[in-house]
């Protein structure tokens, strides 16, 4: 199978070439926020806080970064709420509990208070979840010690609470 070959057309002028002076054409700072913005989320969903330090990396003025979040949150391409529960059902769907759900909630800058709300839903299958990856991994919980240590610290590496940790492996500390 040959190749196919390529175009012989030159290559379209640039910006700076199509302007009359030969200067490149000044940029509306906010368009240039709100592409930036609207490529990130494109990406994958982001939360605030994450929108406005990207946004304020590029040196982009406190009030066009305000103008744009707001226009995004009223557009809903912004919301930290779905942003949060979407990451709390991720999350649970790989195996993780509700700790590990907690600290990346508070990592990605959103309100501890909020983030109590948004995670209890996560709560009520931790149980669950923590003894389905004990059967997958340990095949159920061990019986030596030593093994039981080791999926204890398996449990409490992905996210579980202590108190749930030491219920499952019937640690008794």
Sequence with gaps: MRPKPRSRRSPSRSAAAAAPDGQAPAAD???AAWDAAVRQLAARDCSERE??????ESAVDAAVVDA???RLRELRFLDDERFARGLCERLAR???GSARARAELAEHGLAHDDIDAWV???EDGDAARARALLDRHFGGV???ARERARAARFLHNRGYGEDLVLAITGQDW
Excluded at 51 to 56: A, D, E, N, S
């Design 94 to 96: 790989r195996g993780y």
């Design 120 to 122: 209890a839903d996560m």
């Design 29 to 31: 700072p906010l368009q």
């Design 142 to 144: 061990p019986a030596a």
């Design 51 to 56: 929108v406005r330090r990207r946004l304020g």
């Design 68 to 70: 744009v979040v707001a």
